[in-house]
């Protein structure tokens, strides 16, 4: 599964400043941990629609899901298709 996600049209984004303020500004209004802030403000900043996470309980991102949606690989993959 993870060689299929590679060879999809994956797109790789440098955390900058606006990502990092924005991911700050999650972690304060909606306490998420530091990772998932960082994951959820790129998404957000790059204007994706889902973030993929493969956390066992990824009801944290419940808190954004009206910004972004967070998935898991099988969904992701059906997604790429």
């Keep these: 599964m993870l060689s299929e996600l590679l060879s999809s049209n994956l797109v790789f984004v440098d955390m900058d400043r606006t990502i990092a303020m ?4 999650l972690r304060m209004e909606y306490g998420l941990p530091a990772g998932d802030s ?7 900043v790059e204007n994706i629609k889902h973030i993929l996470t493969d956390d066992a309980n990824n009801a944290h991102f419940d808190a954004v899901k009206h910004l972004i949606r ?12």
């Design 22 to 25: 924005r991911a700050g500004e």
């Design 38 to 44: 960082i994951i959820a403000a790129t998404g957000i």
């Design 70 to 81: 967070s998935i898991n690989l099988k969904t992701a993959l059906k997604i790429a298709r």
